[in-house]
């Protein structure tokens, strides 16, 4: 289960940002080396306030994540790292309800290439691990409200895949998560040290 401090989107440490909720799914490994997927674009909250929805790899001293931001009341994704040190963020672009992006964060040696694509759009943010972070132990799906009830979604993620450095069997099955709301993890199966997840769903509290 994770207990490390998570890190906030384009924000502030939780520590700092006490009115957030948070609605997480994870998973946990000694090290991850690659995620992707095909997040689904939720209709925006009624209310104000600052709504976040990530997929993100996170280590001791931040998280790399694909920012899906609802501050301008209109969903815009980009992509970075936010943590220890701090970085410039990454290049996005702007998405509505029912949009599907296709989000990647892999590892080649010690870079990290981040990028986003949908419907002709594409972003990408090239990044070096030796300078960020060397150990990416956790691997969430998030949504991170302030000053917004959890009442819009569903938020879904569809053919997520999962790279880590140790077997998938031992950590591919396992999912904590943080906040009181019903979620589902379709058909997360295990081969070499992938895991394969056709669907991850966050239904609203």
Not at 40 to 64: E, R
Not at 105 to 125: D, E, I, P
Not at 193 to 201: A, D, F, L, Y
Request: glycine share 12%; charged share 5%.
């Amino acid at each position: 289960m994770m207990l490390a401090v998570l890190t906030l989107g384009l924000g502030l440490l939780i520590s700092s940002v006490c009115a957030a909720d948070w609605y997480t799914v994870e998973w946990d490994a000694t090290q991850f080396t690659a995620m992707s997927g095909d997040l689904v674009v939720p209709k925006l909250p009624q209310a104000g306030g600052t709504p976040y929805v990530w997929p993100g790899l996170q280590s001791g001293n931040g998280v790399l994540q694909a920012v899906l931001d609802g501050r301008s009341g209109t969903w815009w994704i980009g992509d970075g790292f936010y943590g220890t040190p701090s970085l410039p963020w990454g290049n996005g672009f702007n998405v509505y309800p029912g949009d599907t992006v296709h989000f990647s964060f892999t590892s080649s040696g010690t870079t990290w290439t981040c990028t986003l694509s949908s419907n002709g759009k594409s972003a990408s943010t090239t990044l070096n691990s030796n300078f960020v972070c060397i150990t990416l132990q956790h691997t969430l799906t998030t949504s991170q409200l302030t000053n917004v009830p959890f009442n819009f979604g569903p938020i879904t993620y569809n053919n997520v895949k999962i790279t880590a450095t140790t077997a998938a069997s031992g950590w591919c099955g396992k999912t904590a998560h943080l906040g009181t709301y019903p979620y589902t993890v379709t058909s997360a199966t295990a081969s070499g040290n992938t895991c394969s997840i056709s669907k991850i769903v966050q239904n609203n509290a």
